[in-house]
């Protein structure tokens, strides 16, 4: 099972980013079901936040900071979760993971727990 992120770039203040993020089984599985997903960063020399999270049934929670700027989302029927953030500010230059806290995948009906991206870097200039 793998989650594969993208979507981050150099952006200005005030610029906006849309960050994608798949999960996929090895195959032949196929995904039967993704719990929590979210979003976290890590910028240098700090460790990492959590930036949003967005529940099964689209419950969505985020940290303050970025309340009003930042939006997650998910489309089960492609897998993925979505962060489009707006507003940006050179203080959200970090490295972006997402996360699900539990995949199913078939055939063999096996969970994997706190599955990881790779990270896609979002720089904002001042």
């Known amino acids: 099972v793998q989650l594969q992120a993208s979507g981050g770039g150099l952006v200005q203040a005030g610029g906006s980013l849309r960050l994608s993020c798949v999960a996929s089984c090895a195959a032949p599985g196929y995904i039967f079901s993704i719990d929590t997903m979210g979003w976290y960063r890590q910028a240098p020399g700090k460790e990492r936040e959590l930036v949003a999270t967005i529940t099964s049934d689209a419950h969505t929670n985020y940290i303050d900071s970025v309340k009003g700027r930042f939006t997650i989302s998910r489309d089960d029927g492609k897998s993925s979760v979505y962060l489009q953030m707006n507003s940006l500010k050179p203080g959200d230059t970090a490295v972006y993971y997402c996360?699900?806290?539990?995949?199913?995948?078939?055939?063999?009906?096996?969970?994997?727990?706190?599955?990881w991206g790779q990270g896609t870097q979002v720089t904002v200039s001042s």
């Open positions: 996360n699900a806290d539990r995949i199913g995948c078939g055939q063999k009906l096996r969970y994997y727990y706190d599955v």
